[in-house]
């Protein structure tokens, strides 16, 4: 046993496995996959409950997982919702964007904790109206952002913290992929009746967070922003093609490409782009700028929110130029166990949202100007309302 694993061993939480947290799913696709092997690996957990719109959906996920004994008869949320005899603690809730707002706002009302998928919603207005019933519960609502939990997403919060930049005055951010529409189960991504945003609410929000969370999130003021649909609409897109599904361009109704120039408070400038598709590698690395020291942080192949390579510290030592590579750090548990552990452990310790929507209320804000301005064809104020 080395010294990191003893100081691991040391650290290691023990779970109070006598009070189990009873969980209930609403939405049974991609994602609750993902969250039910993740719960399935914490041994305070009850599955009790599902809820799909599509009827034997939610029974045929619980069967694949060999969970049994789970009550799935119902309509939507709402029937779950109202079924007292589950005597449920919290939702998960892994349904499609336009379907975020709603049942938090249902769940929240009916006195439960509650996991919400990224994106927070598709409107600021909808955050703010999930914002005011997480209030007025005095529940615990964490939103899906598993990059939070990546120990270089926490260092790039350290180096920040820590002053070796100085003073930040300009962010770049975003990320991409060349050709990466999501259509792995269908057009739920794409559709507008079901998405309402495409690239900047699926990767863009995670680029948006990766910097705003490292510099405490200060509060957006105005935006520049830009849509584009050129890819998503053409029967001829490659993947498309080879999926045999050239329709997919006409149920096209969301953006494949955003950029925004965006003013933070604090005199912050963030320079933003996201593509799900494009004819570029990579629209660029995230930097972080400042006057002692500027970070740069590598983009992924196929962006989804973590950190492509070492990061890199432009600084200067003795009135030197020099640079210090951060090395990347091996993660041993999975994001999703962790972001699942962490929302039980704030449950069951009566502490606060891993991902506190009071943050992530900006991230939408900005999202939610970029869809403004794009519109306007000009810059837009950014107005929060009131919670
Ligand atoms: N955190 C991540 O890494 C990650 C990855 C992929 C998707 N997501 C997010 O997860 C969400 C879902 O994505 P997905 O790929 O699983 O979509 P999906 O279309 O595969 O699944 C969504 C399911 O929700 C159901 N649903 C919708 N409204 C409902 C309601 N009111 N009550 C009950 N069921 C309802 C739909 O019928 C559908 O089966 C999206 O918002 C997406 O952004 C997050």
């Given amino acids: 046993m080395g010294l990191d694993d003893f ?12 009070r189990k947290v009873r969980i209930g799913f609403i939405g ?7 969250h039910m092997r993740a719960l399935l690996n914490q041994p305070d957990v009850e599955i009790v ?11 045929k996920f619980f069967e694949k997982f060999g969970v049994e004994g789970v009550k799935t008869d119902y309509a939507s949320h709402k029937e779950l919702l109202a079924d007292k005899s589950l005597n449920l603690d919290a939702v998960t809730i892994c349904t499609y964007n336009r379907q975020h707002a709603q049942p938090a706002i249902d769940s929240l009302n009916a006195g439960l904790h509650v996991l919400l998928e ?9 955050a703010v109206a999930v914002m005011k019933a997480e209030k007025a519960s005095g529940k615990i609502l964490s939103i899906g952002f598993q990059p939070r939990m990546d120990a ?5 919060k350290k180096i920040v913290e820590s002053g070796a930049l100085g003073q930040i005055y300009y962010i770049q951010t975003g990320g991409g992929r060349r050709r990466g529409i999501p259509t792995p189960y269908g057009t739920t991504f794409i559709e507008d009746k079901t998405a309402g945003i495409g690239a900047l609410g699926d990767i863009g929000c995670y680029s948006l ?36 599904h050239p329709e997919y361009a006409k149920l096209f109704g969301v953006d494949d ?3 925004a120039f965006i003013r933070l408070e604090g005199g912050i400038i963030l320079d933003f782009r996201i593509a799900w598709a494009m004819n570029l590698d990579t629209p660029g690395d995230t930097i972080i700028m400042g006057t002692k020291g500027s970070l740069r942080i590598p983009s992924t192949e196929c962006w989804n929110g973590t950190v492509g390579g070492p990061m890199v510290l432009y600084h200067e030592v003795c009135g030197e130029q020099t640079q210090t590579e951060i090395p990347i750090i091996k993660m041993k548990e999975g994001l999703f166990d962790l972001k699942i552990r962490t929302f039980l452990d704030a449950i069951k310790e009566n502490g606060t949202a891993p991902v506190p929507s009071s943050q992530i209320l900006y991230n939408q804000a900005i999202i939610d100007g970029i869809a403004k301005s794009a519109e306007a064809g000009r810059e837009v104020e950014i107005v929060i309302p009131e919670i």
């Fill in 118 to 126: 990224k994106p927070f919603t598709v409107t600021l207005d909808e």
């Fill in 209 to 244: 967070d990766m910097v705003l969370n490292a510099i405490g999130y200060p509060k957006p003021l105005t935006v520049s922003g830009y849509k584009s649909n050129f890819f998503g609409t053409d029967p001829n897109y490659s993947d498309y093609v080879h999926k045999n």
């Fill in 7 to 18: 100081k691991e061993n040391q650290e290691k939480k023990v779970i109070d496995t006598t």
């Fill in 28 to 34: 049974c696709g991609w994602i609750a996959e993902s």
């Fill in 152 to 156: 270089n997403m926490k260092m790039i």
């Fill in 257 to 259: 490409f955003a950029a």
């Fill in 49 to 59: 409950a599902g809820a799909d719109l599509i009827p034997g959906k939610a029974a």
